[in-house]
């Protein structure tokens, strides 16, 4: 068994079934089902179990691949090493928080863009969890998350710190008016937002119940509910300023130790560090300065 004998493995238990296996390595199914049957007979074990779907693996299959996806992403990462001559290009994927991707990264992007025209940038927003985990998975290069992640496969850097802030409708005068509120709503980005969290342990320490969380995708959602008078929410003081100064919402400044909460940069700790990352991490670093000078 070679590495082309588990970059077959790999695609027949990624795409679970010998057709779409055969489709994306540009070859014919027959070829994919000898193939398979040549290693198991070799592992004299059976690693798919046939149904009229497609296949899936059998324990065996399951235990070999974490092996046989470790080595599709080494292949992967060779030829990105043997490519990159110093000078940024390619692919770059960055993640990043949606409050970060809208206050913080746009002049750091378009300085990127118009510096690097050779690389393909993408930025793929989500809650700190997801990004991780994409981050984890080898399908970002790299995340802007809310720290810290303390996690021993990724290394992490402190890239902005943010005030936090409550949010309310403006008819609230202060988070203690919300005591006897029978139900309490938070309005929220989705399951794995840091955020959440946050806000739910400081309602927590006031003695606040939280009866239901109501969850959104964007910004203005969450604005829009909250001024509405539907539920209480904490963003960035940064992201939410404007909104406030048009009255359409109230905002409530909390004590250092629930409002300061740092943006940090994740990347795999055995990760390629592309010539595109390493000039992206340059133009972000002075951006971090700025943010520090401002507090």
């Given at each position: 068994m070679?590495?082309?004998?588990?970059?077959?493995?790999e695609?027949?238990?990624?795409?679970?079934?010998?057709?779409?296996?055969?489709?994306?390595?540009?070859?014919?199914?027959?070829?994919?089902?000898?193939?398979?049957r040549q290693?198991?007979?070799?592992l004299?074990?059976?690693?798919?179990?046939?149904?009229?779907?497609g296949?899936?693996?059998t324990?065996?299959?399951?235990?070999?691949?974490?092996y046989?996806?470790?080595?599709?992403l080494?292949?992967?990462?060779?030829?990105?090493?043997?490519?990159?001559?110093?000078?940024?290009?390619?692919?770059?994927?960055i993640?990043?928080?949606?409050?970060?991707?809208?206050?913080?990264?746009?002049?750091l992007?378009?300085?990127?863009?118009?510096a690097?025209?050779?690389?393909?940038l993408?930025?793929?927003t989500?809650?700190?969890?997801?990004?991780?985990?994409?981050?984890?998975?080898?399908r970002?290069?790299?995340a802007f998350?809310?720290g810290?992640v303390?996690h021993?496969e990724l290394?992490e850097e402190?890239?902005f710190?943010?005030?936090l802030?409550?949010?309310?409708?403006?008819r609230?005068?202060?988070?203690?008016?919300?005591?006897?509120?029978?139900?309490?709503?938070?309005?929220?980005?989705r399951?794995?937002?840091s955020?959440?969290?946050?806000?739910?342990?400081?309602l927590?320490?006031?003695?606040?119940?939280?009866?239901?969380?109501l969850?959104?995708?964007?910004i203005e959602?969450i604005?829009?509910?909250?001024g509405?008078?539907?539920g209480?929410s904490?963003?960035p003081?940064?992201?939410?300023?404007?909104?406030?100064?048009d009255?359409?919402?109230?905002?409530?400044a909390?004590?250092?130790?629930?409002?300061?909460?740092d943006?940090?940069?994740?990347?795999r700790r055995?990760?390629?560090?592309?010539?595109?990352?390493k000039?992206?991490?340059?133009?972000?670093?002075?951006?971090r300065v700025?943010?520090e000078?401002?507090e």
């Amino acid at each position: 068994m070679d590495a082309g004998d588990l970059r077959v493995f790999e695609a027949v238990a990624r795409l679970g079934a010998m057709n779409r296996a055969a489709e994306e390595l540009h070859t014919v199914q027959s070829n994919v089902t000898a193939r398979i049957r040549q290693i198991e007979t070799e592992l004299g074990t059976a690693l798919f179990e046939r149904h009229s779907r497609g296949v899936v693996p059998t324990a065996a299959g399951r235990r070999l691949l974490p092996y046989a996806e470790r080595v599709r992403l080494l292949l992967a990462e060779a030829r990105r090493v043997v490519k990159d001559d110093g000078e940024p290009a390619g692919t770059l994927a960055i993640g990043s928080l949606e409050t970060t991707a809208g206050l913080r990264l746009p002049p750091l992007l378009a300085q990127y863009a118009a510096a690097y025209p050779a690389v393909d940038l993408s930025l793929v927003t989500g809650t700190t969890a997801a990004l991780v985990k994409e981050v984890l998975d080898h399908r970002l290069d790299g995340a802007f998350v809310c720290g810290p992640v303390e996690h021993d496969e990724l290394v992490e850097e402190r890239a902005f710190r943010e005030e936090l802030v409550a949010l309310t409708s403006p008819r609230i005068a202060s988070l203690d008016a919300l005591f006897g509120e029978r139900d309490l709503k938070i309005i929220v980005f989705r399951i794995g937002c840091s955020y959440r969290q946050r806000l739910e342990a400081i309602l927590a320490g006031r003695g606040l119940i939280v009866t239901r969380s109501l969850e959104f995708g964007t910004i203005e959602g969450i604005l829009g509910c909250v001024g509405a008078g539907i539920g209480v929410s904490l963003l960035p003081r940064a992201v939410v300023a404007e909104a406030a100064r048009d009255g359409r919402i109230a905002l409530h400044a909390l004590p250092p130790a629930e409002a300061q909460v740092d943006t940090v940069f994740v990347r795999r700790r055995d990760g390629f560090a592309s010539s595109a990352l390493k000039a992206f991490l340059a133009l972000a670093r002075p951006l971090r300065v700025r943010s520090e000078a401002a507090e």
